[in-house]
């Protein structure tokens, strides 16, 4: 089983919300990814977590703060985002933080209006 | 950093045709070449991958070759159905590097048509 689910699907959301992305797997991974998508655009890697611990964060804004609860549980946590945030946003996992075998989930559709 | 060139952007292929998507990467450090399909409205599948310590690997239908030499790889997918049609990522990536922990470089994409 190579299934990461994502909710919600699809998300629409004023400039002033409070809003949280949640992404599970239970493959016994132990990174979990953040990227984020635009139309005809390949995945911007956005957050790594390896073993619970924040390994990577490209210079993302903070109005985007990723939380890791535990092992299997991802959050992005999302507050006063601008319109050109709208995007695909992704989640992914692999068995360790070396990125080998990175698997994706389907995706959260993201308005910002 | 590393930077990923993916050609062509799109392929019309007929079914049954055989498809080709190159890459071609620049940084000689990195070892770990995957291959993901997307599908329109969903996330990316991981269809295949390759180590830099193998020159090709068949699944089925597709396969990857590597040349270290040239720093290029290639999706080569035979017999093509319409269920083929979709956006191909090449990606590459230094598997071990604790200052890159798993970021991928994605190339461009490829949207791949097959017509019946």
């Known amino acids: 089983d190579t299934e990461v689910t994502q909710t919600p699907k699809h998300l629409v959301m004023g400039m002033t919300n409070k809003k949280s992305l949640k992404c599970e797997q239970h493959?016994?991974?132990?990174?979990m990814y953040w990227y984020k998508q635009k139309a005809k655009k390949p995945p911007e890697l956005m957050f790594v977590?390896?073993?619970?611990?924040?390994?990577i964060n490209e210079s993302v804004p903070s109005r985007f703060s990723p939380e890791c609860p535990n092992s299997s549980l991802l959050n992005l946590h999302l507050h006063a985002l601008q319109p050109e945030d709208s995007a695909l946003y992704l989640c992914?996992?692999?068995?360790?933080?070396?990125?080998?075998?990175?698997?994706f989930g389907p995706g959260t559709r993201l308005t910002v209006t | 950093g590393e930077n990923v060139e993916q050609h062509p952007s799109t392929l019309s292929v007929q079914e049954g045709d055989s498809a080709v998507i190159k890459c071609t990467y620049s940084?000689?450090?990195?070892?770990?070449f995957p291959w993901y399909k997307q599908e329109l409205g969903k996330g990316p599948q991981l269809i295949i991958d390759?180590?830099?310590?193998?020159g090709e690997k068949k699944d089925q239908r597709i396969a990857v070759t590597l040349n270290k030499t040239a720093k290029h790889f290639s999706l080569h997918i035979t017999e093509t159905q319409p269920e083929d049609s979709a956006v191909y990522f090449c990606?590459?990536?230094?598997?071990?590097?604790?200052?890159?922990?798993?970021?991928?470089?994605f190339g461009a994409g490829t949207q791949v048509v097959v017509t019946p």
């Open positions: 992914a996992s692999s068995q360790d933080g070396s990125g080998y075998e990175q698997y």
């Open positions: 493959m016994g991974h132990r990174a």
């Open positions: 977590y390896s073993y619970e611990k924040l390994s």
């Open positions: 940084d000689s450090a990195s070892n770990y």
């Open positions: 390759i180590r830099s310590n193998v």
């Open positions: 990606a590459a990536s230094i598997l071990g590097a604790t200052d890159s922990w798993g970021k991928l470089q």
